[in-house]
């Protein structure tokens, strides 16, 4: 029976084939609507892992208090204790532990490896390994108690791990780490490297060049082998690579405290400490064998921490994390490189760290990533304020306020989404996957920051362009089926489990027989294709248990062609265009209430966009002022940011009225793929002669204004062949036989 439900009810404003649709719930019970599959635990869930991510035998395991393991082998839906399995007999509970006891000891991580290898790593020397997702499992002892491991990028049975002494929880004796490995999985083991310095190892072997010898390995390390490490001054640390699992070394850096390398690229990132703490990051680009020290405009402290965040666009997108004083928080500033990974330019301040980086990447587009940044306010006060940008980290914009919610009296009123979350899942507390087109779902409140309090929650199916309402209240949500099912479940005792199978706009309510319980995770299937979801929760006679929901009986009509859309996303600046490009994806449409099946792949076509001012960046040493109403607002020029008798372009001392530049502030994005258009690169451009500071007798105000006698062929011609690549598209796309197009001025729902 179909009812209305006041407390949520809505009036979706969003223009949709000229219909208007009521945010509205059905209730009924549960298992009268779905099945509902119950498993009980023995004690509280630690942890879960997921192994064979993706694939049709991927197999999730849950880690109790009691130290017993529960896996399920269908995502999710019937659960076993498997301890009985592990050799060494009844694994202790964990708060009974020391960290080196033996020969019992807990398991407080599972790595899956390649083809099917599960390692699970227990305190002390304890290690169990399995080939068959745990139907049979082996008891391997190790030298020392395992700290840290990582996986071969293509060798099934070879792993690295970093082991620590027993010394290292000890008064008496010399602490180390050192770098061992194993070729047979886990049997045995053979050190490579003594007196490493903490998780600072990385394989150099990459699957996607085979050409480099698979015992590759980078790492920072002690020379002397000696001694205390937790006493070693970091002075004395060096990095190394070595071909041969350094029987030989390659090349040698001094002073290094940091390593860095990124598994789809192979640059590599090493941190130096030099006398007086004087802090310097180095990049190469040729595995190691060389290292240049790029510019990082603002970097004069000491960080606490460094990532790689993407380097898959031609750039490096590059986080640095430090303690900001003023804020009393750890913030990370990120930093996007030229195609040579030389100079960084500073794009986003001051990301928010605390619990995890506020940084999230929209995983089923290009370049789109969504982070809570410090910013002023009008008042000069900082806020945190949620920012996404669409060309790889170049600008970045506030969200915009839902249509069916009203904003508050607050200047500016924009959306603020809660981006950290779970920490039984390891998952951000956005929601987005590769298999879900330009969906977005998470928490969050309309205001000018980022508000703790009670949540709303949102959804968007443009890629952050247009947002929209969907419920009130703090829940633990999930989508599956490429994002098409979606389901909630409150933070808060509740016995109501909530779902949409079209993005939300209709909330269906079902009532669990058990009555309330209190919920600690809610999830799907690591691919997000399935048509089920599993609950983590306590219920009123304090036992845990996993609540299992499949769909498959009403969710049951496959889709067909007719029910497919093309979706074009877009930024706030370039319709059609993100990255250089239009690219067109295949996806159902919003209220075909029909599921994708689980091994669809969305067709994808890409066509060059005309280049614009958006798809350039400022040169190191020139920066973009921020506003109060945006990060970069609509692409302010660049300007002379350090030494003033360094700037190239400075006016000579009878200027009048303009005088030519003799280097353009700009470098075209190397993350864009635009071809002709605008070309910010090019010269002659001519500047407006500055005002006289008095004071200091310098010039000042080296504002670049792009006038030049060419200026206007270049738009001229960028108009053309925009004109010309747009009639190309409609061209293209008016052959389908259906076809719906979302713009930033139509829903998406």
Not at 640 to 652: Q, T, V
Request: charged letters at 20%; hydrophobic letters at 35%.
């Amino acid at each position: 029976k179909m009812t209305t439900n006041n407390m949520y009810k809505q009036f979706l404003c969003m223009l949709v084939m000229s219909n208007m649709f009521i945010l509205a719930t059905s209730q009924s019970m549960c298992a009268d609507v779905l099945n509902v599959t119950n498993t009980k635990l023995d004690t509280s869930p630690i942890f879960i892992e997921w192994t064979s991510q993706g694939t049709d035998d991927e197999t999730a395991f849950i880690v109790t208090d009691s130290g017993s393991i529960f896996r399920s082998k269908n995502h999710g839906k019937y659960w076993e204790n498997i301890i009985d399995r592990f050799p060494n007999g009844t694994v202790p509970t964990f708060g009974g532990n020391t960290h080196h006891e033996v020969p019992e000891a807990g398991i407080y991580n599972i790595i899956p490896g390649n083809d099917g290898l599960i390692y699970f790593i227990g305190y002390g020397r304890n290690l169990w390994v399995s080939d068959d997702r745990a139907d049979t499992v082996f008891y391997y002892p190790t030298p020392m108690a395992i700290l840290n491991l990582e996986i071969h990028p293509y060798e099934r049975d070879w792993a690295l791990a970093l082991f620590e002494s027993v010394e290292c929880y000890t008064e008496i004796g010399n602490c180390h780490y050192d770098l061992y490995i194993t070729k047979n999985g886990g049997q045995s083991w053979d050190l490579v490297l003594p007196y490493v310095y903490i998780y600072s190892y990385e394989w150099g072997a990459r699957l996607e060049d085979t050409s480099i010898p698979s015992e590759t390995v980078h790492a920072v390390y002690y020379p002397g082998n000696e001694g205390d490490q937790r006493l070693i001054d970091l002075h004395q640390m060096s990095y190394s690579y070595s071909y041969d699992l350094f029987e030989t070394t390659e090349n040698t850096e001094t002073n290094t405290v940091g390593l860095l390398v990124d598994d789809d690229t192979g640059i590599v990132i090493i941190a130096k400490l030099y006398i007086n703490n004087d802090f310097r990051l180095f990049i190469s680009t040729n595995g190691g064998a060389s290292f240049d020290e790029p510019t990082f405009p603002g970097l004069d402290f000491y960080p606490s921490a460094f990532y790689i965040i993407d380097a898959d666009h031609g750039s490096v997108l590059f986080g640095v994390e430090r303690l900001d004083y003023d804020l009393y928080a750890f913030v990370t500033d990120i930093y996007l490189s030229d195609k040579h990974g030389e100079d960084f330019e500073l794009v986003l301040p001051n990301v928010s760290g605390n619990g995890g980086l506020e940084l999230e990447k929209v995983g089923s587009l290009p370049g789109v990533y969504v982070a809570n940044s410090y910013h002023p306010n009008m008042d000069g006060d900082y806020e945190l304020r949620t920012f996404i940008t669409y060309n790889h980290g170049g600008e970045w914009y506030d969200l915009n306020p839902p249509e069916n919610l009203d904003c508050p009296s607050i200047e500016p009123c924009t959306l603020n989404l809660q981006i950290y979350g779970n920490h039984y899942s390891y998952k951000s507390a956005m929601g987005t996957h590769t298999s879900a087109i330009g969906v977005i779902l998470a928490p969050g409140s309309l205001g000018s920051k980022v508000d703790p309090g009670p949540d709303e929650l949102f959804i968007t199916r443009d890629a952050g362009l247009n947002w929209y309402f969907i419920d009130i209240g703090t829940y633990h949500y999930e989508f599956t089926d490429h994002g098409n099912l979606l389901a909630t479940f409150s933070t808060v005792d509740s016995d109501t489990f909530k779902y949409s199978m079209n993005y939300g706009v209709d909330m269906n309510e079902c009532k669990l027989a058990e009555g309330n319980v209190r919920a600690f995770a809610l999830f799907s299937d690591t691919l997000s294709t399935e048509r089920s979801f599993f609950l983590l929760a306590e219920n009123d006679q304090a036992e845990y248990i996993v609540k299992h929901f499949d769909f498959e009986d009403i969710f049951n009509w496959e889709c067909e062609e007719d029910d497919y859309e093309i979706f074009i996303p877009s930024s706030p600046e370039n319709h059609y265009c993100l990255m250089g490009e239009s690219m067109e994806f295949e996806r159902r449409i919003y209220d075909s209430e029909c599921f994708v099946p689980r091994d669809y792949e969305p067709t994808i076509e890409t066509t060059p966009c005309a280049c614009t001012e958006s798809d350039y960046r400022c040169k190191t040493c020139y920066t973009r002022e921020p506003n109060l109403d945006s990060i970069f607002g609509t692409n302010p020029e660049c300007t002379w940011n350090c030494e003033p008798g360094n700037n190239p372009n400075i006016a000579p001392e009878d200027c009048s009225g303009r005088y030519n530049a003799t280097e353009s502030p700009y470098r075209k994005n190397v993350a864009s793929e635009c071809v002709g258009g605008v070309n910010l690169e090019e010269l002659p451009r001519t500047i407006k002669c500055p005002v006289i500071d008095d004071i200091e007798g310098e010039t000042s105000g080296d504002v670049v204004e792009f006038q030049n006698h060419i200026r206007t062929l270049d738009y001229i011609f960028g108009a053309i062949l925009a004109f010309v690549l747009m009639i190309l598209v409609v061209a293209a796309i008016a052959k389908r036989d259906m076809i719906a197009i979302s713009t930033p001025d139509e829903t998406n729902l």
